[in-house]
C-alpha cells in the first residue's frame, strides 16, 4: 500500500459523500418541484438563518415556528422530507469515525484499500476449479494434486461448517498454490461470502502502516468470513510490531472460528523461525488446520 492508493481512496470517499448530498438535492427539488409551499418554507427558513439583524433566540423561534408547519404540511398529506442516504452510515462518508474519544479510520476506508491493494484479481480471475487441469502436472505427482484439488473443492461445498477451518498449502514455488487459493477464494465467493484475497507481502504492508500510524481499522480484515493470504514467506522480512500485529489478526480470526487459507513455500519448521512460535502455533494447529503439501517443480520454468 502506497500513498497512491491511499490517495485513490480518499478521492473515492469524498466522491461517495458529494454523491450523497448531491442525490439528496435531487430528491428534495423533485419533492419542491411537486410542493411550491414546501419550497416556500424552507426558502424563508433560510433566509432567517443567514439574516444578521435577528438575534439567536429570536432565530431559533421563528425557525421552530417554519418547521412546525413544514412539518404539518408533511403529515397532513403524509409525505416525508428526504433524508440523506450515506454509502457508509457509520461514518456518513468521511472515512473516520470517533471511539473512545480517538479518531480512527472507518471499516469502509480499510475496505477500499484493500480492494485498491489487490491488483492481482484480474491476474487470479480465471483461475477457479472450472480450469483446473491436472494434466500440467508431472505424471508422477498427478494423483496427489487430485486429492489435494478434491479436498478443496470439498471444503468450500462445506464451508463454513468444516472440520477444521484453515488450510495451508506448502511447497515450491509455481506448484499450483495460488492456483488453489484462486479456486477456494471464486467459489466462496460464488456462495456469497465475504473473503479477502491478498498476498503476504500487502497484508503485512497494511499491519504495518497500520501499526505505525496507531490506527487500528483492520476490521474488515478481522471480520471477514474467509482470509486468503498468498505467498507467505517471499515477502521481505519485517519488524516486531509488524509480527504483533500478525498475531493479533490470526490470532482473532482464530478465536471467533474465522477461516485462514495460506500459501507458502516454507516449511513448518520455517514458518516458526520467521513468524515466531506463538503465530506458527495458531496456523499450523492440526485440530484447526489442515496442512497440504504440495510436490513437484516450477510449473512455470517448464
Ligand atoms: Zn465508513
Redesign the pocket.
Known amino acids: 500500500m502506497d500513498a497512491y492508493v491511499l490517495e485513490k481512496v480518499e478521492e473515492k470517499i469524498r466522491g461517495r459523500n458529494l454523491r450523497a448530498r448531491q442525490n439528496l438535492n435531487e430528491r428534495k427539488k423533485a419533492l419542491f418541484s411537486s410542493h411550491p409551499e414546501l419550497k416556500a418554507l424552507e426558502d424563508s427558513k433560510r433566509l432567517i438563518i443567514c439574516d444578521p439583524r435577528i438575534n439567536k433566540d429570536e432565530k431559533t423561534a421563528k425557525i421552530n415556528e417554519i418547521d412546525k408547519k413544514i412539518n404539518a404540511y408533511l403529515s397532513e398529506r403524509n409525505i416525508v422530507m428526504p433524508e440523506i442516504k450515506y454509502f457508509?452510515p457509520?461514518?456518513s462518508?468521511t472515512?473516520y469515525?470517533t471511539k473512545n474519544g480517538t479518531v480512527e479510520r472507518?471499516?469502509?476506508?480499510t475496505k477500499l484499500i484493500i480492494k485498491e491493494s489487490n491488483t492481482d484479481d484480474s491476474a487470479i480471475e480465471n483461475q477457479n476449479f472450472d480450469n483446473f487441469d491436472e494434466n500440467i502436472f508431472a505424471p508422477e505427482i498427478r494423483q496427489d494434486i487430485i486429492k489435494i484439488r478434491d479436498y478443496c473443492k470439498k471444503y468450500t461445498e462445506s464451508f463454513p461448517n468444516v472440520k477444521r477451518p484453515n488450510t495451508v498449502l506448502c511447497g515450491n514455488t509455481g506448484t499450483g498454490k495460488t492456483f488453489l487459493l484462486s479456486c477456494i477464494y471464486h467459489e466462496l465467493k460464488k456462495k456469497g461470502h465475504s473473503v479477502i484475497f491478498i498476498t503476504a507481502g500487502k497484508l503485512f504492508d497494511i499491519l504495518r502502516k497500520y501499526a505505525f500510524n496507531k490506527i487500528n481499522d483492520i476490521d474488515v480484515l478481522i471480520s471477514a468470513d474467509m482470509l486468503i493470504i498468498d505467498d507467505m514467506g517471499t515477502e521481505p522480512v519485517f519488524n516486531n510490531i509488524t509480527l504483533e500485529y500478525t498475531f493479533m489478526l490470526i490470532n482473532e480470526r482464530v478465536r471467533n472460528n474465522k477461516p485462514i487459507c495460506i500459501s507458502t513455500n516454507l516449511t513448518p519448521d520455517e514458518i516458526k523461525a520467521r513468524y515466531t512460535e506463538r503465530i506458527a502455533s495458531r496456523i499450523l494447529d492440526k485440530n484447526t488446520t489442515y496442512i497440504l503439501p504440495l510436490k513437484g517443480e516450477d510449473l512455470r520454468l517448464k
Open positions: 457508509c457509520i461514518c462518508d472515512g469515525v472507518c471499516s469502509c476506508f
